[in-house]
């Protein structure tokens, strides 16, 4: 492909709409629609249907779409359950690995590890029963025990100015030297690579910041908690970060909101924990 022509695709390109992003319902309608054109050209002129089936097929290829407007229009009339087939929705937070530790290799190490047990419990119920949180006084609902908030907070002013590839070392089992992070403002997601493949997301470093504090407070209040798998571990870790109530990042408020995100595909609903000040996105969960 000459240099001329590669640049030409690139301005015409849409990458909200191509690659990663592409919408497969939308990429068929419009198939199906220059298609339709193509043949009804082409009962009158055979060579100008195929002349507008690879202008089509074309304009899709760069575009995402021939018709415009195709994209809202597909969120609007397709059915949820349809499109959710075809979503290409942004990677969740957290590792990127999958755990399926073996039970008899951690059988009679500690009391009761959590992953041995016939119904496996929520991040909420595991934290309760570790004493980590407790049934609020003045409400129907959960609340971090005083002296596991003050503990966590000690712990955040000291993870905030470390290391991270050193402090992530040992929660992805993994070289120091070999971890790569990405994000640098305060809002930015934060993609940890190793060796050069992603092994896990957070929503931003005062995320990360406050799983680390809470990985430390954690082992030493979960039962079993050296024979957990790794991503247990990190759920664990944010289940606890749903507690949180001032920012790792700026020590200010934080605010709970209901937000639209946008996939290639669909929109859905998601709550999330902000700071106010420097807008850190703490915690992003769906709705």
């Known amino acids: 492909m000459s240099a001329g022509l590669s640049r030409t695709i690139d ?25 339709v054109l193509a043949v009804a050209v082409g009962v ?7 002349a507008v089936f690879a202008v089509s097929a074309f304009a899709i290829y760069v575009r995402g779409y021939l018709v415009p407007g195709t994209p809202a229009l597909t969120k609007r009339y397709f059915p949820d359950w349809l499109l959710a087939k075809f979503d290409k929705a942004p990677p ?3 590792l990127e690995t999958d755990s399926d530790s073996d039970p008899d290799t951690t059988a009679g190490h500690g009391p009761d590890p959590i ?13 309760l029963e570790a004493n980590v949180v407790e049934p609020c006084v003045d409400e129907d609902d959960l609340c971090l025990r005083e002296d596991v908030r003050r503990e966590w907070h000690e712990r955040m002013d000291v993870v905030q100015d470390g ?6 070392g040992p929660l992805l089992e993994a070289d120091p030297g070999a971890i790569e992070i990405s994000g640098e403002r305060p809002e930015d997601p ?10 896990a997301r957070w929503e931003s470093d005062a995320a990360l910041v406050a799983d680390l ?8 209040r979960v039962p079993g908690w050296e024979t957990l798998p790794a ?13 949180i109530e001032t920012c790792p990042a700026c020590s200010g408020a934080i605010s709970i909101d209901a937000e639209t995100v946008e996939s290639c595909c669909r929109s859905y609903e998601v709550y999330a924990i902000t700071c106010d000040d420097c807008e850190a996105r703490l915690l992003e969960v769906d709705a």
């Open 11 to 35: 301005r015409l390109r849409q990458p909200e709409y191509t690659g990663e992003n592409r919408c497969t319902p939308c990429t068929a309608v419009n198939v199906v629609i220059a298609g």
């Open 231 to 243: 991503d247990q571990r990190s759920q664990l870790a944010s289940g606890l970060r749903a507690f």
């Open 190 to 199: 934060v993609v940890v690579r190793v060796d050069g493949y992603v092994a």
């Open 44 to 50: 009158v002129v055979p060579l100008a249907g195929i």
């Open 163 to 168: 290391d991270r590839p050193q402090q992530l």
């Open 92 to 94: 969740g937070y957290g």
């Open 115 to 127: 992953h041995e047990r016939e119904t496996r419990l929520t991040p909420e119920e595991t934290l």
């Open 213 to 220: 504090a809470g990985l430390e407070v954690l082992a030493e």
